[in-house]
């Protein structure tokens, strides 16, 4: 069945440093994903998105690279900082769905040290 | 910036009673979703709303749950007879239209003893 997944639970980076945070999902029909932000005690922050018809989208200081070959999606985060420390999940939408109707991979959590 | 606001932040309810909780989307949106988010566990999808009606529901979504938008600013998801098993977070979100992302409230903990 659809599932999306993420191959570390926990990633520990130098602040400053770049930040590579991975997801592989399961249908390839998928045709748009999303990463989110989520810090303690809070909701899900939308962080950037990219529909199947691209490989790489850029915002300020992150990248999102789709690889549709073996399902792979990454976010890159530039220069992380100690406000990046967080769980990041990314989705994918539901098939037909609207683009709330996702599902979430478990979140990889990310902590950054000074 | 606007923001989607989720009250109360925190509510604890007794199995059985039946609770509500309540969301207020960002202004100009048409699009309105639920999710819930068990300890520990990813964030699920229950309900999409649009047009004063749901537009998409998962598995989780059952006869127990409703959703409603009472008025014009506020939506509610209602459940009915809460378990343990309800115990989570719960996100309310909106989104501009159908092929926009979704914008998260901070969530409500609920907590069923």
């Known amino acids: 069945g659809e599932s999306v997944g993420l191959h570390l639970p926990t990633l520990s980076v130098q602040e400053g440093d770049n930040s590579i945070i991975n997801c592989a999902y399961s249908?390839?029909?998928?045709?748009?994903f999303i990463w989110y932000k989520q810090e303690s005690g809070k909701g899900p922050q939308f962080i950037i998105d990219?529909?199947?018809?691209?490989d790489k989208r850029q915002g300020q200081r992150v990248t999102v690279l789709l690889n549709k070959t073996v399902k792979h999606l990454s976010l890159q985060i530039a220069a992380t900082q100690p406000g990046d420390s967080a769980v990041y999940f990314c989705?994918?939408?539901?098939?037909?769905?609207?683009?709330?109707?996702?599902?979430f991979g478990k979140g990889t959590k990310l902590s950054v040290k000074p | 910036e606007p923001e989607v606001t989720q009250t109360p932040s925190h509510q604890v309810t007794q199995m059985g009673q039946e609770v509500i909780l309540r969301c207020v989307p960002i202004?100009?949106?048409?699009?309105f979703y639920w999710y819930r988010q068990i300890l520990g566990q990813k964030v699920e999808f229950l309900v999409s709303?649009?047009?004063?009606?749901?537009?998409?529901k998962s598995e989780i979504f059952d006869d127990q749950f409703s959703v409603e938008r009472p008025d014009g600013s506020n939506f509610t998801l209602k459940i009915r007879s809460t378990k343990l098993e309800d115990s989570a977070m719960y996100f309310c979100?909106?989104?501009?239209?159908?092929?926009?992302?979704?914008?998260f409230g901070q969530g409500t903990r609920l907590t069923v003893v």
């Open positions: 202004s100009n949106h048409l699009y």
């Open positions: 989705a994918e939408r539901k098939d037909g769905g609207s683009q709330g109707n996702l599902i």
């Open positions: 709303f649009y047009n004063n009606e749901i537009s998409e």
């Open positions: 249908n390839s029909a998928s045709d748009y």
């Open positions: 979100a909106s989104g501009r239209d159908r092929n926009t992302e979704a914008f």
């Open positions: 990219i529909r199947s018809n691209m």
